[in-house]
């Protein structure tokens, strides 16, 4: 199986909140994080969380860690159709390269 | 501006013409990625470097080739480009000595289509 799992596609109505999840199997990792990738883009650091965290909030961005189910997620609060991307759920050990998920398809509809 | 810079963006070819996507970063980063980006299967290394002069390989290694000589570039060839290799490319760069965590930073990416 793979080492980082999240679902493919995800749709929401703008203004409801979006929760994205992943789950990952090395209890090893040290850093989660997600990335987001725009249209026609690479991908960008939206956030991370170090792995002995439980949460981080950031503006509309809220992450969940759960070490011990090894589950993370992404919640965006008051999604706009800007929020329209692909998510990717991301864990590395250190500084060590990090392994990623396959990407979340965010729709956003009126 | 930081940046990782991979060229070209687009590029058309066919079967068998060998060609190269150049990736360079001004950020001093010790480590380089090559991943190839296909509908429904995310992303994928195709090949890593820790170091110049060290270069692995990734999950999708076939048919490709890396060079590190500089910290800078870390450039991609394709000897003998086939239509299964048609994709959307990306080039990543990381690490600072001394950071404790791994913060990718993606070039825009190289659309090739292999005809």
Redesign the interface.
Known sequence: GEDVEQS?FLSVREGDSSVINCTYTDSSS??L?W?KQEP??????LT?I?SNMDMKQDQRLTVLLNKKDKHLSLRIADTQTGDSAIY?C?E?I?????T????TSLIVHP | EAQVTQNPRYLITVTGKKLTVTCSQNMNHEYMSWYRQDPGLGLRQIYYSMNVEVTDKGDVPEGYKVSRKEKRNFPLILESPSPNQTSLYFCASSWERGSTKNIQYFGAGTRLSVL
């Open positions: 493919l040290t850093y994080y990335y026609g883009a690479g991908l960008q650091l991370y170090f990717f991301a590395s250190g500084r060590y390269i990090p990623f998920g396959r990407g």
